[in-house]
Protein backbone atom coordinates (compact mmCIF):
# COMPACT_ATOMS: atom_id res chain seq x y z
CA UNK A 1 0.00 0.00 0.00
CA UNK A 2 2.85 2.68 0.76
CA UNK A 3 4.19 1.56 -2.73
CA UNK A 4 0.71 2.34 -4.39
CA UNK A 5 0.44 6.03 -1.88
CA UNK A 6 3.67 7.09 -3.33
CA UNK A 7 3.11 5.83 -6.77
CA UNK A 8 0.08 8.27 -6.73
CA UNK A 9 1.75 10.91 -4.70
CA UNK A 10 4.43 10.89 -7.67
CA UNK A 11 1.76 11.42 -10.07
CA UNK A 12 -0.09 14.03 -8.81
CA UNK A 13 3.26 16.09 -8.52
CA UNK A 14 4.26 15.25 -11.71
CA UNK A 15 1.31 16.41 -13.42
CA UNK A 16 0.37 19.32 -10.85
CA UNK A 17 3.86 20.60 -12.50
CA UNK A 18 3.00 20.05 -15.70
CA UNK A 19 -0.24 22.05 -15.45
CA UNK A 20 2.25 24.76 -14.18
CA UNK A 21 4.59 24.79 -17.34
CA UNK A 22 1.54 24.53 -19.45
CA UNK A 23 -0.14 27.95 -17.95
CA UNK A 24 3.73 29.49 -17.72
CA UNK A 25 3.53 28.89 -21.43
CA UNK A 26 0.12 31.13 -21.91
CA UNK A 27 1.19 33.52 -19.39
CA UNK A 28 4.83 33.82 -21.27
CA UNK A 29 3.22 34.60 -24.80
CA UNK A 30 0.42 37.00 -23.17
CA UNK A 31 3.74 39.13 -21.53
CA UNK A 32 4.96 39.48 -24.58
CA UNK A 33 2.38 40.24 -26.68
CA UNK A 34 1.70 43.64 -24.32
CA UNK A 35 5.37 44.56 -25.16
CA UNK A 36 7.11 43.18 -21.18
CA UNK A 37 10.53 42.75 -21.06
CA UNK A 38 12.34 39.45 -19.95
CA UNK A 39 11.29 40.19 -15.97
CA UNK A 40 8.13 41.02 -17.16
CA UNK A 41 7.74 37.94 -18.93
CA UNK A 42 9.20 35.84 -16.08
CA UNK A 43 6.85 37.52 -13.71
CA UNK A 44 3.80 36.79 -15.38
CA UNK A 45 4.43 33.96 -16.37
CA UNK A 46 5.39 32.44 -13.36
CA UNK A 47 1.86 34.21 -11.70
CA UNK A 48 0.14 32.46 -14.34
CA UNK A 49 1.59 29.08 -13.14
CA UNK A 50 1.43 29.15 -9.48
CA UNK A 51 -1.47 31.18 -8.57
CA UNK A 52 -4.44 29.23 -9.23
CA UNK A 53 -2.57 26.22 -6.87
CA UNK A 54 -1.37 28.66 -4.04
CA UNK A 55 -5.33 29.77 -3.87
CA UNK A 56 -6.13 26.30 -3.28
CA UNK A 57 -3.62 25.47 -1.24
CA UNK A 58 -4.61 28.44 1.39
CA UNK A 59 -8.14 27.11 0.69
CA UNK A 60 -7.90 23.68 1.68
CA UNK A 61 -5.54 24.32 4.43
CA UNK A 62 -2.18 23.58 3.07
CA UNK A 63 0.23 25.93 4.55
CA UNK A 64 2.82 26.74 3.59
CA UNK A 65 1.45 26.44 -0.37
CA UNK A 66 3.18 24.39 -2.52
CA UNK A 67 4.37 27.15 -4.72
CA UNK A 68 6.31 28.54 -1.77
CA UNK A 69 7.30 25.26 0.01
CA UNK A 70 8.79 23.28 -3.12
CA UNK A 71 11.22 25.24 -5.14
CA UNK A 72 10.46 23.50 -8.07
CA UNK A 73 7.20 25.12 -9.38
CA UNK A 74 9.31 29.22 -9.94
CA UNK A 75 12.08 27.32 -11.21
CA UNK A 76 9.87 26.15 -13.93
CA UNK A 77 7.77 28.95 -14.59
CA UNK A 78 11.21 30.82 -14.92
CA UNK A 79 12.69 28.77 -17.22
CA UNK A 80 9.44 28.49 -19.36
CA UNK A 81 9.54 32.37 -19.38
CA UNK A 82 13.13 32.63 -20.19
CA UNK A 83 12.61 29.92 -23.03
CA UNK A 84 9.83 31.48 -24.41
CA UNK A 85 11.28 34.87 -24.52
CA UNK A 86 14.11 33.48 -26.37
CA UNK A 87 11.70 31.36 -28.67
CA UNK A 88 8.86 33.40 -29.47
CA UNK A 89 10.00 34.95 -32.90
CA UNK A 90 9.79 31.57 -34.48
CA UNK A 91 6.37 30.86 -32.53
CA UNK A 92 4.91 34.03 -33.00
CA UNK A 93 3.16 32.83 -35.84
CA UNK A 94 1.09 29.78 -33.66
CA UNK A 95 -1.55 31.45 -31.92
CA UNK A 96 -3.20 28.57 -32.01
CA UNK A 97 -0.02 26.73 -29.71
CA UNK A 98 -1.36 29.54 -26.93
CA UNK A 99 -4.69 27.71 -27.07
CA UNK A 100 -3.60 24.30 -27.62
CA UNK A 101 -1.54 24.93 -24.28
CA UNK A 102 -4.05 26.74 -22.61
CA UNK A 103 -6.93 24.03 -22.77
CA UNK A 104 -4.02 21.66 -21.66
CA UNK A 105 -3.57 23.55 -18.61
CA UNK A 106 -6.73 23.77 -18.05
CA UNK A 107 -6.82 19.87 -18.07
CA UNK A 108 -4.57 19.04 -15.86
CA UNK A 109 -5.02 22.03 -13.21
CA UNK A 110 -8.76 20.98 -13.05
CA UNK A 111 -8.15 17.75 -12.58
CA UNK A 112 -5.49 17.98 -9.79
CA UNK A 113 -6.72 20.56 -8.21
CA UNK A 114 -9.57 18.04 -7.30
CA UNK A 115 -6.87 15.10 -6.46
CA UNK A 116 -5.69 17.45 -3.54
CA UNK A 117 -9.27 18.28 -2.14
CA UNK A 118 -10.47 14.37 -2.45
CA UNK A 119 -7.37 13.83 -0.53
CA UNK A 120 -7.98 15.98 2.53
CA UNK A 121 -11.93 15.80 2.12
CA UNK A 122 -12.59 12.50 0.56
CA UNK A 123 -16.20 12.20 -1.53
CA UNK A 124 -17.26 15.80 -0.90
CA UNK A 125 -18.31 17.21 -3.99
CA UNK A 126 -18.90 20.80 -3.21
CA UNK A 127 -15.05 21.13 -1.89
CA UNK A 128 -13.92 18.69 -5.11
CA UNK A 129 -15.40 21.17 -7.51
CA UNK A 130 -14.21 24.21 -5.71
CA UNK A 131 -10.16 23.24 -5.57
CA UNK A 132 -10.82 22.18 -9.17
CA UNK A 133 -12.38 25.08 -10.74
CA UNK A 134 -10.20 27.72 -8.29
CA UNK A 135 -6.95 25.79 -9.50
CA UNK A 136 -8.06 25.71 -12.97
CA UNK A 137 -9.02 29.39 -13.44
CA UNK A 138 -7.07 31.08 -10.37
CA UNK A 139 -3.42 31.61 -12.60
CA UNK A 140 -5.58 32.69 -16.12
CA UNK A 141 -8.08 35.13 -14.23
CA UNK A 142 -5.01 36.72 -13.08
CA UNK A 143 -2.56 36.74 -15.88
CA UNK A 144 -6.02 38.71 -18.00
CA UNK A 145 -6.26 41.29 -14.98
CA UNK A 146 -2.84 41.90 -15.35
CA UNK A 147 -2.41 42.60 -18.62
CA UNK A 148 -5.59 44.81 -18.74
CA UNK A 149 -7.97 41.94 -20.42
CA UNK A 150 -11.33 40.53 -19.60
CA UNK A 151 -10.79 37.04 -17.88
CA UNK A 152 -11.30 34.42 -20.74
CA UNK A 153 -13.08 32.78 -18.36
CA UNK A 154 -15.75 35.24 -18.95
CA UNK A 155 -16.06 35.37 -22.50
CA UNK A 156 -14.92 32.67 -24.11
CA UNK A 157 -16.44 29.09 -25.37
CA UNK A 158 -16.91 26.93 -22.69
CA UNK A 159 -14.10 27.25 -20.10
CA UNK A 160 -15.56 27.00 -16.70
CA UNK A 161 -17.96 25.12 -17.73
CA UNK A 162 -15.46 22.42 -19.45
CA UNK A 163 -13.87 22.55 -15.49
CA UNK A 164 -16.87 21.90 -14.22
CA UNK A 165 -17.99 18.85 -16.29
CA UNK A 166 -14.30 17.50 -15.94
CA UNK A 167 -14.88 17.19 -12.19
CA UNK A 168 -18.14 16.14 -12.29
CA UNK A 169 -16.97 13.16 -14.73
CA UNK A 170 -13.82 12.79 -11.96
CA UNK A 171 -16.53 12.52 -9.24
CA UNK A 172 -18.24 10.13 -10.83
CA UNK A 173 -15.95 7.93 -11.46
CA UNK A 174 -14.67 7.66 -8.00
CA UNK A 175 -18.01 7.04 -6.71
CA UNK A 176 -17.92 4.32 -8.79
CA UNK A 177 -14.42 3.12 -7.40
CA UNK A 178 -12.97 3.14 -10.59
CA UNK A 179 -9.11 3.15 -10.37
CA UNK A 180 -7.72 6.53 -9.11
CA UNK A 181 -4.86 6.73 -12.14
CA UNK A 182 -7.93 5.99 -14.76
CA UNK A 183 -9.80 8.55 -13.48
CA UNK A 184 -7.37 11.31 -13.12
CA UNK A 185 -6.54 10.51 -16.67
CA UNK A 186 -10.09 10.47 -17.95
CA UNK A 187 -11.13 13.83 -16.20
CA UNK A 188 -8.29 15.55 -17.66
CA UNK A 189 -8.89 14.37 -21.14
CA UNK A 190 -12.74 14.96 -20.78
CA UNK A 191 -11.37 18.55 -19.50
CA UNK A 192 -9.37 19.59 -21.96
CA UNK A 193 -11.04 17.66 -24.88
CA UNK A 194 -14.03 19.83 -24.55
CA UNK A 195 -12.22 22.69 -24.42
CA UNK A 196 -10.71 22.49 -27.74
CA UNK A 197 -13.89 21.15 -29.48
CA UNK A 198 -15.30 24.39 -28.10
CA UNK A 199 -12.92 26.52 -29.46
CA UNK A 200 -13.29 24.68 -32.66
CA UNK A 201 -16.91 25.10 -32.81
CA UNK A 202 -17.05 28.10 -30.95
CA UNK A 203 -19.75 26.95 -28.54
CA UNK A 204 -20.69 29.50 -25.91
CA UNK A 205 -23.29 29.57 -23.49
CA UNK A 206 -26.09 31.75 -23.12
CA UNK A 207 -25.68 35.71 -23.04
CA UNK A 208 -27.82 38.95 -22.64
CA UNK A 209 -28.93 40.14 -25.68
CA UNK A 210 -28.81 44.15 -25.66
CA UNK A 211 -31.40 46.06 -27.84
CA UNK A 212 -30.91 47.23 -30.63
Given at each position: ?????????????????????????T?????????????????L?????????????V???????H????????V????????????????????????????????????????????????????????????????????????????I???????????????????????????????T???????????????????????V????
Amino acid sequence: MEGLSLSIETLVYGLDLFGTMAFAVTGAFKAIEHKADIVGIIILATMTGVAGGTLRDVIIGQFPPHSVSDPWYVVITASTGIVIFFLYPKMQKHWDLLLKFDALGLGVFTIIGATFAYHVFGLNFLAIALAGMLTAVGGGILRDVFVNEIPIVFVKELYASASFIGILVFYILLSLDINFYITTIIGMIVTTLLRLVAMHYNWNLPKVKEKS
